[in-house]
């Protein structure tokens, strides 16, 4: 099912391999299907992550600063990590209730999305220095997102019902969309092509499927595992040929086809079924189990359960992500108070940091690949 490319390896040298910027990099044949006006085209499409391989940091992201950015619903700040000596090393304001760290979607600046209604907003950070800059005065930033061209950021309103889309650059509105029906809009992602969104509606225990030139609704899900289900996370396989879905209540991963127009399966996970990240080289999605303290690794080509990590002790993994070389997986301990750090190879625990007060989506720096469509690092 996923063909990997050479692109995807470690370089046998001492330097990292290189990643051309998004307009440099050619695709590695010609596209299978068109892709959204403006979007770039793919390295591989057997994976649509491939540009974001193990250690392919571009020349935008070469000279940022490797640390570990961790936001605080609670205490309204940020702590910083040092990733080498797993060491808090700095903490700065990051708005009335940070929710994310985003990357934008030039890869030249990190925001800190804070949703406190009626409040909120963005603090930018110079990932050169590790610095904040001036707070952006937006309302309800729950998370945030990318257009696939990366001319609009869209701010997702969770607490209005809204999708608001800005300037990607000034930061200036330019459409609002309310859904009233998507109570708890939430995580996002788009298929390979760019042509579909999916929304989970974390209250409302349903999907909504947006077009993604018009953003018109296109369709909904209501899910059925369970009735009070919460689905989180939204992510595209690297193949392209599926969303995975998160659901805190139902314990597991929904499995859509690639354009959204399906419900396929559903796999038992854990308790507090949260976020999912992929392996480096694309064929492993990690689940966190926010309620029993597990990290899931579901097979891609298979869609079946490969291992289960336990956190020694008990822990509540939530957001986060790998670092560059694809070695560490990186998560906050939403109800904890700490950061973990674990062993891709194995599954250790490297490390439990304690933090601030409710931890969410940390986001880890600098990271391979050529743009961001937002969220704590959904990189192609």
Not at 85 to 105: A, L, N, R
Not at 149 to 171: M, P, Q, S
Not at 178 to 206: K, Q, V, W
Not at 266 to 279: D, E, R
Request: charged content about 20%; overall charge negative.
């Amino acid at each position: 099912m996923l063909g990997m490319t050479a692109g995807c390896a470690s370089s046998d040298t001492d330097e990292p391999p290189t990643n051309p910027d998004a307009a440099a990099m050619p695709a590695a044949s010609a596209a299978p299907f068109p892709l959204l006006a403006g979007m770039p085209e793919y390295v591989s499409y057997d994976n649509v992550y491939a540009a974001a391989g193990p250690n392919l940091l571009s020349d935008t992201v070469r000279d940022h600063r490797e640390l570990v950015y961790v936001p605080h619903n609670n205490s309204d700040d940020v702590y910083v990590i040092d990733p080498k000596t797993y060491k808090v090393i700095d903490q700065f304001p990051g708005g009335p209730e940070p929710q994310h760290v985003v990357p934008s979607y030039d890869l030249t600046t990190l925001y800190v999305a804070s949703s406190r209604v009626p409040e909120g907003g963005l603090v930018p950070i110079d990932p050169a220095t590790g610095k904040p800059g001036e707070p952006i005065e937006i309302q309800d930033v729950y998370n945030l997102y990318f257009t696939p061209e990366g001319a609009h950021g869209i701010v997702v309103a969770e607490a209005y019902k809204r999708l608001d889309f800005y300037d990607a650059k000034t930061w200036q509105p330019v459409k609002s969309l309310e859904f009233p029906e998507c109570d708890g809009i939430n995580h996002m992602d788009y298929s390979a092509d760019g042509r579909t969104m999916l929304f989970s509606c974390e209250f409302a225990n349903r999907l909504i499927v947006l077009d993604g030139e018009t953003h018109a609704k296109l369709r909904e899900f209501d899910l059925d595992v369970v009735p009070d289900g919460m689905p989180q996370d939204v992510r595209l396989t690297p193949d392209g040929k599926h969303f995975l879905v998160a659901d805190m209540m139902a314990h597991g991963v929904y499995v859509f086809n690639a354009d959204a127009t399906e419900q396929v399966k559903f796999i038992p996970t854990g308790k507090g079924a949260h976020s999912v990240y992929f392996s480096r080289q694309g064929d492993i999605a990690y689940i966190a189990n926010r309620d029993q303290g597990t990290v899931t690794l579901l097979d891609v080509a298979t869609l079946a359960v490969a291992d289960t990590w336990e956190i020694p002790g008990g822990g509540s993994p939530d957001m986060g992500g790998l670092n560059a070389d694809g070695t560490v997986l990186w998560l906050s301990g939403r109800n904890h108070d700490e950061v973990y750090a674990f062993r891709t190879t194995d599954g250790e625990l490297l490390a439990r940091i304690p933090v601030g007060a409710r931890p969410h989506g940390l986001a880890v720096w600098p990271q391979p690949g050529r743009y961001s469509l937002g969220h704590t690092g959904n990189i192609r």
